[in-house]
């Protein structure tokens, strides 16, 4: 999905870091640059650099097609459908969360506990007029 942004350049001075050790850095842990920078071998520079470009990619790919906003005439038809589903007016759908319980990895406890204080995975969704799941995020 990214892979364009997070691919590394053809011509480097030294050996670049390949794509899949690139996704590894971004997806492998939610700690901190420097954490991360040590398991990996990399400077924390280099981290921040990957994080950026993946949400960079993130934003200028696939976001853009899965997040929209409705232009004025698309959010009226909406609203509308919705007053005549739920009776109740000026409402294009509905946002919410939850947290899912789970049961962590033993080594990365601490990377999945909540504000509450138990390990979980967190869920957003919107749904529209129908209850349909818009969009996961």
């Known amino acids: 999905m990214v892979e364009g942004y ?5 011509i480097t001075v030294r050996a670049p870091i390949p794509l899949t050790m690139r996704d590894a850095i ?3 842990s939610c700690t901190e640059y420097r954490v991360i920078s040590n398991q990996f071998g990399v400077h924390k520079s280099t981290v921040k650099k990957f994080v950026y470009l993946f949400c960079k990619g993130m934003v200028q790919g696939p976001i ?6 409705p232009n004025e005439e698309e959010a009226t038809e909406i ?7 739920h009776n109740i007016p000026q409402i294009m ?3 919410d969360g939850t ?7 033993s ?5 999945f506990v909540n504000r509450k204080g138990w390990p979980s995975y967190v869920l957003q969704a919107v749904a529209s ?7 996961q995020l």
């Open 64 to 69: 853009k097609q899965l997040i929209w906003v």
């Open 6 to 10: 997070m691919a590394p350049d053809d």
């Open 99 to 105: 947290h899912i319980p789970i049961l962590p990895p």
């Open 79 to 85: 609203a509308r459908r919705f007053q005549e589903a």
């Open 26 to 28: 971004v997806l492998g």
């Open 93 to 95: 759908g509905l946002k």
């Open 129 to 135: 007029q129908i209850m349909f799941l818009e969009h």
């Open 107 to 111: 080594d990365g406890y601490k990377d």
